[in-house]
């Protein structure tokens, strides 16, 4: 692996002109370089986890580096609303969570609001789902109300559980009257965290064993985290596919440091590899196993980076990336086995096959038609309207590379991966861009385009 050089070349000089009036409506004006140091936002799984665990834990559990985005502010006002004391979650603040305690939720007076956040929604039916006695009605925004929930609601029912909602209990808004629920062994379809970790907290309350049996290990955060709150959980099987837990352990409160979110790192991995003369350094990324697929796809397409001071915090290990631009990067394949491990990476990786001169396949990536867009659908249409040459499938993408792109008037269709990965594309096109619906990028990574606009030289 080559050492990166920072270039000095101030030629090209990157500008970006934000509308000060209408912030969601950006431009981007192309070229130049990206220079500099990224401390990336906390994780935004490890958050929402930190937040929910603590709640049920006895004690106080302290949250720090937590990520201080939309959506797990929708968990924690979700929680807040069922009586858990949570300081407020600001930049730079240690986040006090005071825990109720396995059977401490309240029942709400009001509905809970899970905004744009499918994990807050499909955690919380899981947490709830054995609250017996409570009930609950749970809703979000367009894009939440319209992504399937039967696929946490089918294994709870086999619970014991109740949850109705539209569509047979697939849609939100959702009402869950709290059941005694028995363990059972559930087989997951598809390789979902957020299924998972919903049987998971259902498990901790119900009458025997539970164990999941996943088809492909996806995140583990859960796991991890749940042991070291003291439930008893134990991982067996491939890759840790066999997940059981047995009810009887009570959460203790806990210092949980949250390391930052490779989701996040993975826009400027991207820009510092496909924008000539970059050099960046990307500090505190979390390095979970479940999670590094995009460092595997950059490996395959000879992108220019390197791992320095890898270390471990709070049983995740966590380090800093150097990326470099490389000028020739390859085409790559990425099939189905892969995609849990960078399932939130696929925009920013379809960006990166644009400028890769040759073709290259995703495949086995039909859960991206279920994200808060269909995102295979919505990265096809706007980057087909810079020139791109991309062929959609109904569970992949080709990406024929090497076209220049050419700007032109985006929209991030209300997605926040989509919106930064327009941001990085537009960097490496000819011609300005205008990015509508741009503060969509706040979802998970508030400070996005102040960092786009620090690192640019
Ligand atoms: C998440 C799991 C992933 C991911 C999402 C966060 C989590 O979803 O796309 O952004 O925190 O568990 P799936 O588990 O449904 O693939």
Sequence with gaps: MSTCKISTNKENLLTLSLNQKQHSLREVEPGGKLIGRVKVPGDKSISHRALLFGSIAEGETTIEGILPAEDPLSTAECLRSMGVKISSIKNDTIVRVEGVGLNGLKEPKEILDCGNSGTTMRLLI??????????????????????????????????????????NGNLAPLAIMGKKLHGAVIGTPVASAQVKSAILLAALTADGETKVIEPTSSRDHSERMLKAFGANLKVSGERGRHISVSPGSKLKGKSIIVPGDISSAAFWLIAGTIIPHSNLTLENVGLNPTRTGILEIMKKMDADFEIIDLKEVAGEPVGNIKVCYNSEIKPFEIESETIPRLVDEVPILTVAACLCKGTSHIRGAG?????????????????????????????????????????????SETDHRVAMSLAIASLVAEGNSTIARSDAAYISYPNFWNDFEKLRN
């Design 126 to 167: 899981g947490l709830l789902v054995g609250r017996i006695g409570r009930h609950f009605v749970l809703t979000g925004d367009d894009s939440l109300r319209e992504r399937p929930m039967q696929r946490v609601s089918q294994p709870l029912r086999l619970m014991g559980g109740e949850v109705n909602g539209r569509s």
């Design 367 to 411: 859960e991206l038609r279920v994200k808060e867009t269909d995102r295979l659908k919505v990265m096809t249409r706007q980057l087909m309207k810079m020139g791109a040459e991309i062929e959609e499938h109904p569970d992949g993408l080709t990406i024929h590379g090497g076209k220049q792109l050419k700007g032109s008037t985006l929209d």
